[in-house]
């Protein structure tokens, strides 16, 4: 499976192109690469999620990495002279390294009956995140836990959703995203992000250096087919 935007493009901070939107007519697209958090992982396993959705730590990749803080970043497209703003990716950095190949990120425990969920999650409410499994431990029973007329994990969705509006950019914020503390004794976080074009479903890939060594881990939320580098 290869992704269906041309990455390498998409992670140059400063790159432009041309784009035909189907609604808004030829478009200048420029990209900016934004820092957004540092991603704590406690157990280096990772899952991507839409987290307005109960996490599932089941489906985390296959591939996990050493414990530590990764610097995370998404790459914003802005729109002229739509005006739009989206985020085309978002990125996991492990290295510095240049990546010259990308590998589709297989998941845990996909469902059988749908091949395109081994590489994928599916978004309903046009967002995504990058967590460690073990904060998604921590999320998942509060959805359980009732406290007036929201259960805790709402509660937690609620305050997600007023930091991201807090980080936007484009036309009624639609690229944005948020970097949540959850476990204050080990500094875990989630970091969430708007999912390109909004709900769908999404592939992640792990980019490898010359000497076969991960230097990313990126989720290709499909906005521009083929992006010729520049």
């Keep these: 499976m290869?992704?269906?935007?041309?990455?390498?493009?998409?992670?140059?901070?400063?790159?432009?192109?041309?784009?035909?939107?189907?609604?808004?007519?030829?478009?200048?697209?420029?990209?900016?690469?934004?820092?957004?958090?540092?991603?704590?992982?406690?157990?280096?396993?990772?899952?991507?999620?839409?987290?307005?959705?109960?996490?599932?730590?089941?489906?985390?990749?296959?591939?996990?990495?050493?414990?530590?803080?990764?610097?995370?970043?998404?790459?914003?497209?802005?729109?002229?002279?739509?005006?739009?703003?989206?985020?085309?990716?978002?990125?996991?950095?492990?290295?510095?390294?240049?990546?010259?190949?990308?590998?589709?990120?297989?998941?845990?425990?996909?469902?059988?009956?749908?091949?395109?969920?081994?590489?994928s999650y599916?978004?309903?409410?046009?967002?995504?995140?990058?967590?460690?499994v073990e904060v998604a431990q921590v999320l998942a029973p509060l959805f359980w836990e009732d406290e007036g007329e929201k259960n805790k994990f709402e509660e937690f969705c609620d305050k997600v959703l007023a930091e991201m509006e807090l980080n936007s950019c484009g036309p009624y914020g639609s690229a944005s995203w948020a970097d949540v503390l959850v476990d204050e004794s080990t500094g875990a976080n989630v970091i969430t992000f708007s999912s390109g074009w909004g709900d769908g479903q999404y592939a992640s890939f792990w980019g490898y250096d010359a000497a076969g060594e991960l230097t990313s881990l990126v989720t290709d939320y499909a906005l521009f087919p083929e992006v010729e580098a520049a």
Excluded at 25 to 44: C, H, M, R
Excluded at 55 to 68: A, C, H, W
Excluded at 84 to 92: D, H, K, Q
């Design 2 to 119: 290869k992704p269906f935007s041309n990455l390498d493009a998409l992670l140059q901070d400063g790159y432009s192109f041309r784009y035909n939107s189907p609604t808004e007519g030829a478009q200048e697209v420029k990209i900016s690469v934004d820092p957004v958090g540092k991603l704590v992982l406690t157990t280096g396993k990772v899952l991507a999620w839409d987290l307005l959705m109960v996490p599932d730590d089941r489906y985390s990749f296959k591939r996990t990495l050493k414990p530590g803080r990764y610097p995370v970043y998404v790459s914003v497209a802005e729109f002229h002279p739509g005006g739009e703003a989206r985020v085309a990716c978002a990125t996991l950095r492990i290295s510095d390294e240049p990546t010259v190949r990308w590998e589709a990120a297989a998941i845990n425990e996909p469902d059988p009956e749908q091949t395109e969920e081994r590489y």
């Design 122 to 132: 599916g978004v309903d409410s046009g967002t995504g995140s990058f967590m460690d």
